[in-house]
C-alpha cells in the first residue's frame, strides 16, 4: 500500500513548511519571528499559520528522525544513559522535566512531571527502557527517587552517581532554556511535553558538535542534515 503523503491538501509547498517549522523549533524564535523572516524571503503568512504547521507536522518530522535513532541505539548495547531532572513553570506552578540523554550528549527522553517522586521516576525510567533498551550504565544525581525507581526495576548495579558524572543531562537542558525564554513559558502540561519531545529530535538530528570536526567535515555534515531534513514527511 502506497504511503500518503502528509501535505495532501495543502496548498502552500513542503519546502516551505519544513523552512517554517525548522525554524520555529530549532532557533529561538516566536511565531511572529519566524512570519516577519518568512515575509522577507516573499512567503506571506501568518503566524497562526506556523503554529497550525509546527503542531501538525513538528511531531510527524520528530517520529521520522526519533525511528532512525531507536534503531541504531537498540543495535548498540553498550551505552551510558545520563538522566537528570530541572525545574520548569507552567502557569506559575513548578513542574519537574525529567531528560534522558545518551553518552554523546543526544537527549533520548522528555518527560513532564508535576512531582519527582519514587512513581514519577518509575514511569521516566520505564518509557525510556521500554524504547531505547536498557542501557550498560546510568548516571544520575542524587535524587531519591532514583534509587528507589531502578530497585524496583532491577538495575540497581547499573546506576552511578558522582558530582561532575552526571554534566551531559545538566548542559542538554541549556537549548530548551534558550528556547522557553524565546517562548515567554509555557501554559499546559500538554503543550509543553508535545514541544520538548518535538524540540529535542530536532536539535538532535542538527547538532553537529562543530568542535569535534574541522571545517570542511563540519559542512559536510551540516549539509547532510538539511538534506535529510528536506526528506521528511515524502511519500
Do not use: C
Amino acid at each position: 500500500m502506497t504511503k500518503r503523503s502528509p501535505f495532501r491538501y495543502f496548498k502552500t509547498s513542503p519546502e516551505i513548511i519544513r523552512l517554517a517549522v525548522m525554524m520555529y523549533v530549532r532557533f529561538p524564535l516566536s511565531l511572529r519571528n519566524v512570519e516577519n523572516l518568512l515575509h522577507e524571503r516573499g512567503i506571506d503568512i501568518s503566524y497562526e499559520t506556523v503554529r497550525f504547521w509546527w503542531n501538525r507536522f513538528g511531531p510527524l518530522f520528530a517520529a521520522e528522525i526519533r525511528k532512525k535513532r531507536v534503531s541504531q541505539m537498540r543495535a548498540y548495547s553498550n551505552w551510558q544513559g545520563h538522566l537528570d531532572e530541572g525545574f520548569v513553570k507552567i502557569n506559575g506552578e513548578t513542574h519537574y522535566l525529567w531528560r534522558a540523554v545518551d553518552h554523546e550528549g543526544e537527549v533520548l527522553e522528555s518527560f513532564v512531571t508535576k512531582r519527582r517522586d519514587r512513581k514519577a521516576a518509575f514511569k521516566f525510567l520505564r518509557k525510556t527502557m521500554k524504547r531505547y533498551g536498557s542501557a550498560d550504565v546510568f548516571v544520575t544525581d542524587k535524587l531519591r527517587s532514583y534509587g528507589a525507581a531502578m530497585k524496583v526495576i532491577g538495575n540497581m548495579d547499573k546506576q552511578e552517581t558522582g558530582r561532575w558524572l552526571n554534566n551531559r543531562a545538566e548542559n542538554s537542558h541549556q537549548p530548551f532554556r534558550r528556547r522557553e525564554r524565546a517562548m515567554l513559558r509555557f501554559r499546559r502540561i500538554r503543550s509543553l511535553q508535545k514541544f520538548v519531545s518535538v524540540h529535542a529530535s530536532v536539535h538532535n538530528h542538527f547538532n553537529q558538535e562543530r568542535h569535534l570536526y574541522n571545517r570542511s567535515n563540519f559542512k559536510l555534515n551540516r549539509a547532510a542534515a538539511l538534506t535529510e531534513w528536506r526528506g521528511l514527511g515524502v511519500a
